[in-house]
């Protein structure tokens, strides 16, 4: 039983369409990245299922609940904003506390919970605070905190560590990622952040302009994209994209890799004989391979024939630009493999290599 069901969502702003039949399913305990870039509708989902906005069609199910038409205090989720908003005159431990004050808990109780919570996000030398004595990182924990004390069936967060530096924005990731698996409640993160998915998803949605592309686990995202868009949005860097054509060899097939004026330029990379790739024969197509899959080597007499236009190490391996022909592809190889200038032949391993249609941007293989 999913514990999140979206079922043919659809919403526009005027005459532009923000969610165009969005349909996604969420097991029970589930950590749901929504990923996409901005404007693609992430943050209009966010809020139709917490209730803020409504949706024009479809229904959106929490548990066994249609809760498309309640409003947003009736729909017990808990939403963490990217700004904290946190009430500037009251302390860290009134601003926890403050939904089990609306709720008229007691005082010996809500003090009893906000302490759990505050103890959870490891934030109780703070509660005497006020906000504007807090650092941005510690004021997100605050806001956590303050979902966490609802205590809801749902959490949704909305790109909560974008306000944060890079070494804040780490350090909360893997507090949010320990919190998942110490509560074990369903959460909804949005972000456009390919590494906070990663990290954090046990499910990713991929979104674009209101459609979505993929959902799958990371592994699946990242192996398996189903299209050119997840292809090039996921992974850094970006999956290598050459141009060419699907030709028979005496065994099997190759993709003779196009020079810029369309020519066959060097050597095919091989292809395993398939009904497939036969029928793509002659078709202008996208081969692709994620950059620690292809192999570059100065001694080999196949493959098609590169040069290195540029090294960037990073530490354990370098960042290798190819020039192909007037191609470039993008790879990453161990510290020192390959220097600038030299000349390489290219290897694509056949079965981690993809096939994609430039026109509708489909993988093909
Ligand atoms: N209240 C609104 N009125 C009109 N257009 C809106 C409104 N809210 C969002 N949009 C538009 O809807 C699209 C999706 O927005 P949003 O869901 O905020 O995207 P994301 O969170 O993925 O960046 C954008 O083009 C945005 O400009
Ligand atoms: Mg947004």
Known sequence: MAKLSI????????????????????????????????????????????????????????GDNDVTQLAARDRD?????????????????????????????????ARRQVDEVARLLQIEPLLARYPRELSGGQRQRVAIGRALVRDPKLFLFD?????????????LRAEIKRLHQTIRRTMVYVTHDQI??????????????????????????????????????????????????????????????????????????????SDVLRALQGRELLVGARPENVDVSASSSAGPTAVVDLVEPTGPDDIVTLKIGSQTSIVRRPAGAVSQGQMVRVHFPADKVMLFDPASGQRLL
């Open 196 to 273: 906070e998915a990663m990290t954090l998803a046990t499910k990713i949605v991929i979104m674009s302009k209101g459609v979505v592309q993929q959902a799958g686990t990371p592994a699946e995202i990242y192996h398996e994209p189903v299209n050119l868009f997840v292809a090039r949005f996921i992974g850094s860097p970006a999956m290598t994209l050459l141009k060419g054509r699907i030709e028979p060899l005496t065994s099997g097939y190759g993709f003779r890799i196009a020079n810029g004026d369309g020519d066959a330029l060097s050597d095919a990379i091989h292809l395993p004989n």
């Open 159 to 171: 790109e909560p560590l974008s306000n944060l530096d890079a070494a804040l924005r780490t350090d």
């Open 7 to 62: 079922q043919s969502a659809r919403k526009s702003y005027g005459e532009m369409p923000v969610l165009q039949d969005v349909s996604i399913d969420v097991d029970e305990g589930a950590f749901v990245v929504l990923l996409g870039p901005s404007g693609c509708g992430k943050s209009t989902l966010l809020h139709a299922i917490a209730g803020l906005h409504p949706i024009d069609s479809g229904r959106i199910l929490i």
């Open 77 to 109: 989720v808990a939403m963490v904003f990217q700004s904290y908003a946190l009430y500037p005159t009251m302390t860290v431990a009134d601003n926890i506390g403050f939904p089990l004050k609306m709720r008229g808990t007691n005082k010996v109780e």
